[in-house]
């Protein structure tokens, strides 16, 4: 049986979030609605289906915490198969496509990584994402040389930007290799 490595962003959230620490879908909504992830959507129709197909898929477990009580808690936690995936998961090399369609993705997988895989696979991946990055900076100013004089203004004040933006984030990258080699 192949096994599925396809994670969503949201399902990635919701492992990072468990691997921490055992959490009920209610624990998890209330984390998306009272933190800087409060760009994942704090609607039970998005999580708790998210949750049951993560279960389903034997990478997190539920429990109810409190049979007794008048509304018992489900709680999940990570099993090892599911910490499995999420380090293979952590550890995919970043590609083009990633800097240029996910990079909330990778923003999320560089935010668990060090306590999951460790500070070397973190190092490696901030090299290899700014690596990604600065390429791709290359070839968008090398696509903007060759076409910018024909371009009208706007298009290629908006393509500056873009530019700008892939840059700073690949100098944030080499920077925050160095603090975390450094331990500033």
Request: no cysteine; net charge positive; aromatic share 8%.
């Amino acid at each position: 049986m192949e096994q599925k490595t396809d994670i969503s962003t949201l399902s990635l959230a919701l492992m990072g979030l468990i691997v921490q620490q055992p959490q009920s879908g209610y624990d998890i909504r209330k984390t998306f609605a009272t933190t800087p992830m409060g760009h994942f959507s704090n609607s039970p129709g998005a999580i708790y289906p998210a949750l049951k197909r993560l279960e389903k898929d034997g990478w997190i477990r539920g429990k109810v915490d409190d049979a007794q009580a008048l509304r018992p808690r489900k709680v999940y936690e990570m099993t090892p198969r599911g910490r499995g995936v999420l380090k293979r998961y952590l550890r995919r090399p970043v590609t083009r496509d990633d800097v240029i369609w996910r990079m909330d993705d990778l923003m999320l997988r560089f935010a668990l990584m060090d306590g999951i895989v460790g500070r070397a696979a973190t190092l490696g991946f901030l090299d290899s994402l700014a690596r990604e990055l600065e390429a791709y900076v290359a070839h968008l100013r090398s696509f903007l040389a060759d076409v910018g004089a024909s371009m009208p203004a706007v298009g290629r004040l908006a393509m500056e930007q873009g530019i700008e933006s892939y840059a700073v984030n690949a100098a944030w990258a080499r920077r925050a290799i160095k603090e975390l080699e450094t331990g500033a």
